[in-house]
């Protein structure tokens, strides 16, 4: 199973990104989905799951801005990302679990600065 991740990119504070992480492989479905994020210094954190139904649950700091969806004929995971702040600058990551085990796309930057 391999994850692609895309759309990361240099956006000024108040700004949009959206960004999407691809599985593929030999998938037979594949159960929560989610982003994690690595700035600089700090550890990983979650920043939003979504189960296999649609459940969403995000980390309080983006809570009404960030907004999580999956597409499962697209094997896709989505990360909308609006009214961005400097403090969300890191590394975003993608995480899907597939068959009991947990595997991670390579990780976009996301840099929020005027």
């Known amino acids: 199973v391999q994850l692609q991740a895309s759309g990361g990119g240099l956006v000024q504070p108040g700004g949009s990104l959206r960004l999407s992480c691809a599985a593929s492989?030999?998938?037979?479905?594949?159960?929560?989905m989610g982003w994690y994020r690595q700035a600089p210094g700090k550890q990983r954190e979650l920043v939003a799951g979504?189960?296999?139904?649609?459940?969403?649950n995000y980390v309080d700091s983006v809570k009404g801005r960030f907004t999580i969806s999956r597409d499962n004929a697209k094997n896709t995971v989505y990360l909308q990302m609006n009214s961005l702040k400097p403090e969300d600058t890191a590394v975003y990551y993608c995480?899907?679990?597939?068959?009991?085990?947990?595997?991670w796309g390579q990780g976009t930057q996301v840099t929020v600065s005027s």
């Open positions: 995480i899907a679990g597939v068959g009991g085990d947990d595997y």
């Open positions: 492989g030999s998938i037979f479905s594949i159960d929560a």
């Open positions: 979504i189960s296999s139904g649609g459940s969403a």
